[in-house]
């Protein structure tokens, strides 16, 4: 069965710090992965799109993808306090007519 | 442009009942995903709908049904609601052949 792992955390970082959110796959096909935000009680919000190994910047969102290890990271730079969320990675099975995979999340809280 | 729309916000229903929950997706998308996520858990697959046509749908009971209608809105049904139905309900949809899920904001399912 296809799956996207994720740390559940909670992760605790203080405001102005690197957050590192990290994600395995196991469907070595995969060939797009997605990083979403979901705060408390709202739906998942798209913050980047990744599909060739290395990185990918966006301001202070930096997403890192290598195939080979099949994982996944999103880095976040100066974190807020608004950044406290919960943090899902998704992959798109290599498999046509299939939904994305969701991971369970990492829960992120910043720290003032 | 208008982003991904669901309706009721918020939806009380008695163990039995049938709940409808309706979705539009963004202008110019075509295929709408739905997802079940239950408290502190993770985004479920239910269904997914292309051009009018049920593609693939996840492990629910088939008491969990729904539609595509020509202007690419769609309907989840929900029969014989049962307690554990108690869930946030997405719905996402995509462009033709793109894998980047938008979603809309969801719809608050409380059964009694």
């Known amino acids: 069965q296809k799956e996207v792992e994720q740390n559940s955390g909670p992760l605790s970082v203080p405001e102005g710090a690197i957050a590192s959110l990290n994600c395995t796959y196991s469907?070595?096909?995969?060939?797009?992965f997605f990083w979403y935000r979901q705060y408390s009680g709202k739906s998942p919000e798209l913050i980047m799109s990744?599909?060739?190994?290395g990185d990918k910047e966006d301001g202070r969102f930096t997403a890192q993808l290598n195939k080979a290890s099949q994982y996944v990271s999103l880095l976040i730079r100066d974190s807020q306090p608004s950044d406290s969320a919960t943090y899902l990675c998704a992959a798109a099975p290599n498999q046509a007519g299939t939904a994305l995979i969701f991971g369970k999340g990492t829960t992120l809280s910043v720290s003032s | 442009e208008a982003g991904v729309t669901q309706s009721p916000t918020h939806l009380i229903k008695t163990r039995g009942q049938q709940a409808t929950l309706r979705c539009s997706p963004i202008s110019g998308h075509t295929s709408v995903y739905w997802y079940q996520q239950a408290l502190g858990l993770g985004l479920q697959f239910l269904l997914w709908y292309d051009e009018g046509e049920e593609r693939n749908r996840g492990n629910f009971p088939p008491r969990f049904s729904g539609r595509q209608f020509p202007n690419y809105s769609s309907e989840l049904n929900v029969n014989a609601l049962e307690l554990e139905d108690s869930a946030l309900y997405l719905c996402?949809?995509?462009?033709?052949?793109?894998?980047?899920?938008?979603f809309g904001p969801g719809t608050r399912l409380l059964v009694l």
């Open positions: 469907d070595r096909g995969s060939q797009s």
């Open positions: 990744i599909y060739s190994n």
């Open positions: 996402a949809s995509t462009a033709f052949l793109q894998e980047t899920q938008y």
